[in-house]
């Protein structure tokens, strides 16, 4: 009796002993994420905008089914609205992002009022999963010197999309999976929202499909890796970004 309780010690001290080496190479994701190589595969980044949204459960589902990864970046409103989805995304390895908390155009602000929209989200998304946000994508993708230098106060590089799926604007299953697999490439990263019904229903198929033709669904964060982004940077840089 004794002796099985030492070896029970025995056991839980080895595994103290090693969780906080864990926990620094991997500090957000599940044990179970197998490890993808964005410079030797082909990895594409599908991103969902203005969430949680109504079909965030189903989504998750269905990613879950299919393995694939996926990074959310969160409007705060409704992060405190829907938190339950929140704590899950993060549970299943997706990556969370802040998205504004009430998505207004950030350069239309003043910086106090571009801060407090980011700080709010921060603790909204920290409060319902636990993690902090590490990279910010502005609403519509608007952004200029002052909201960047907000940005790096926050030490975020800020993400906006390689390709639009124009889930938004045709609200058409058949149309958004054309649309995006004609401009999926690899280390692409996808604009789409789960609050668009038809963006969720055809979810299962796009994926699949997607899977065949060999891409690896990850977060932004492993497309992104090697770019060596820095706080306030923009990735990728739009058009004329130098000269502003
Ligand atoms: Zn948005």
Redesign the pocket.
């Known amino acids: 009796m004794s002796r099985h309780i030492t070896s029970l010690l025995a056991i839980a001290a080895v595994t103290v002993a090693l969780t906080p080496a864990i926990a620094q190479a991997a500090p957000t994701k599940p044990k179970k994420t197998e490890p993808v190589d964005c410079s030797q595969v082909k990895c594409l980044a599908l991103t969902f905008?203005?969430g949680p949204g109504k079909y965030a459960g189903k989504l998750l589902d269905t990613l879950k089914k299919y393995n694939a990864k996926a990074t959310f970046?969160l409007?705060g409103q409704y992060v405190h609205a829907r938190p339950a989805y929140v704590k899950r995304m993060a549970q299943e390895g997706h990556e969370l992002g802040n998205?504004s908390y009430t998505?207004p155009n950030f350069t239309n602000l003043e910086p106090e009022a571009i801060r407090s929209e980011i700080q709010k989200t921060q603790d909204a998304v920290k409060k319902a999963s636990g993690v902090t946000p590490t990279l910010l994508r502005p609403?519509?993708g608007m952004a200029d010197t002052q909201v960047s230098d907000v940005a790096a106060e926050f030490g975020m590089p800020m993400i906006l999309w390689t390709a639009g799926s124009r889930d938004w604007a045709t609200k058409n299953v058949k149309e958004i999976q054309k649309q995006t697999l004609s401009v999926a490439q690899p280390n692409g990263i996808i604009l789409m929202h789960d609050w668009v019904k038809q963006t969720v229903d055809g979810m299962p198929s796009l994926i699949k499909t997607l899977q065949a033709k060999g891409y690896h669904l990850v977060t932004v964060s492993e497309v992104i890796k090697d770019e060596n982004l820095q706080p306030g940077d923009i990735f990728p840089e739009p058009a004329g970004w130098d000269e502003k």
């Open positions: 905008d203005d970046f409007e998205h998505h609403p519509y």
